[in-house]
């Protein structure tokens, strides 16, 4: 993905956008771990930094906002809670659970340190 | 456990209608209410726009669009006119509904392509955006 954003992104262009993965130099475990508590896709092996770089982008700049990650996840859990009538009623007994069970194990993985959220800018040079 | 291809999970997903209750939450908290975004706040959509702001004015992409959260709103801020692009058709339908009423100024357009192979000539945009779409 990030190469063929690359590509089609003229000259002096600029790429931006949020990523969830994993720190740096995690046991093959922990990996396996943080694979199973993330969420669909979007666990990324790898430093997102070199991979933008390995892309071809430069000025690759990355923020971490997992703190606003664990803010929005938490939210989301007490939302779920404070609606929970409506919203087994509306999205039925299974879809319920199972989205309850993405976010704790979600939170479970980010209090693990296991899951990072970051913004990572760059430019095509 | 054997999780499903995250392709598939996300045309399961994208099929399923939401419910007003869903969207509520969603509103509370995102401060939006789009349908199925994932994690990216208003606050940080304007902060796209911030770090996309030097391209401003031009071609916007996003990759991985879903329901065109966040790149509508970035295209919208920006003055852009927006490509998104994702695999699930149901995600697309939703996008173009969704930015129907909204749209201010600009084009938008949704594709169906995979980020990795994407249909567009080099070069072809000022600037690209991406919300948990790695791959």
Same mark, same amino acid.
């Given at each position: 993905?990030?190469r063929?954003?690359? /590509?089609?992104?003229?000259?002096? !262009?600029?790429? =931006?956008?949020?990523?969830?993965?994993? +720190?740096? *130099? %995690? $046991?093959?475990?922990?990996e /396996?771990?943080?694979?199973?508590? !993330?969420p669909? =896709?979007?666990?990324?092996?790898?430093? +997102?930094? *070199? %991979? $933008?770089?390995?892309a071809?982008?430069?000025?690759?700049?990355?923020?971490?906002?997992?703190?606003q990650?664990t803010?929005?996840?938490?939210a989301?859990l007490?939302?779920?809670?404070?609606?929970?009538?409506?919203?087994?009623?509306?999205?039925?007994?299974d879809?319920?659970?199972?989205?309850?069970?993405?976010?704790?194990?979600?939170?479970?993985?980010?209090?693990e340190?296991?899951?990072?959220?970051?913004?990572?800018t760059?430019?095509?040079? | 456990?054997?999780?499903?291809?995250?392709?598939?999970?996300?045309?399961?997903?994208?099929a399923?209608?939401?419910?007003?209750?869903?969207?509520?939450v969603?509103?509370?908290?995102?401060?939006h209410?789009?349908?199925?975004?994932?994690?990216?706040?208003?606050?940080?959509a304007d902060?796209?726009?911030?770090?996309?702001?030097?391209?401003?004015?031009?071609?916007?992409?996003?990759?991985g669009?879903?329901?065109?959260?966040?790149?509508?709103?970035?295209?919208?801020?920006?003055?852009?006119?927006?490509?998104g692009?994702?695999i699930p058709?149901?995600?697309?339908?939703?996008?173009?509904?969704?930015?129907?009423?909204?749209?201010?100024?600009?084009?938008?357009?949704f594709?169906?392509?995979?980020?990795?192979?994407?249909?567009?000539?080099?070069?072809?945009?000022?600037?690209?955006?991406?919300?948990?779409?790695?791959c």
């Amino acid at each position: 993905m990030l190469r063929e954003s690359h /590509r089609v992104v003229k000259k002096g !262009g600029c790429l =931006a956008g949020f990523v969830i993965h994993t +720190p740096a *130099d %995690l $046991t093959a475990t922990a990996e /396996r771990r943080a694979s199973e508590l !993330g969420p669909d =896709a979007v666990v990324a092996a790898g430093g +997102p930094e *070199d %991979l $933008t770089r390995e892309a071809g982008f430069s000025n690759v700049v990355r923020t971490d906002v997992t703190h606003q990650f664990t803010a929005i996840v938490e939210a989301m859990l007490r939302a779920a809670s404070r609606w929970e009538a409506e919203l087994r009623a509306e999205q039925g007994e299974d879809e319920y659970v199972a989205g309850c069970e993405r976010a704790e194990a979600m939170l479970t993985g980010i209090r693990e340190g296991l899951l990072l959220r970051s913004l990572v800018t760059a430019i095509k040079g | 456990m054997t999780k499903p291809e995250p392709v598939d999970r996300f045309r399961e997903r994208y099929a399923q209608r939401r419910g007003e209750v869903a969207r509520r939450v969603e509103r509370v908290v995102l401060g939006h209410e789009v349908g199925l975004n994932g994690f990216t706040t208003v606050e940080q959509a304007d902060t796209l726009c911030d770090a996309l702001s030097p391209a401003a004015g031009g071609r916007l992409l996003e990759v991985g669009c879903g329901h065109g959260w966040p790149g509508f709103h970035v295209a919208q801020r920006l003055a852009c006119d927006l490509v998104g692009c994702d695999i699930p058709l149901d995600a697309l339908r939703d996008a173009r509904a969704n930015i129907g009423a909204r749209r201010r100024r600009g084009h938008a357009w949704f594709v169906a392509a995979d980020g990795r192979a994407l249909p567009f000539a080099s070069g072809y945009f000022d600037a690209a955006v991406h919300a948990d779409t790695f791959c």
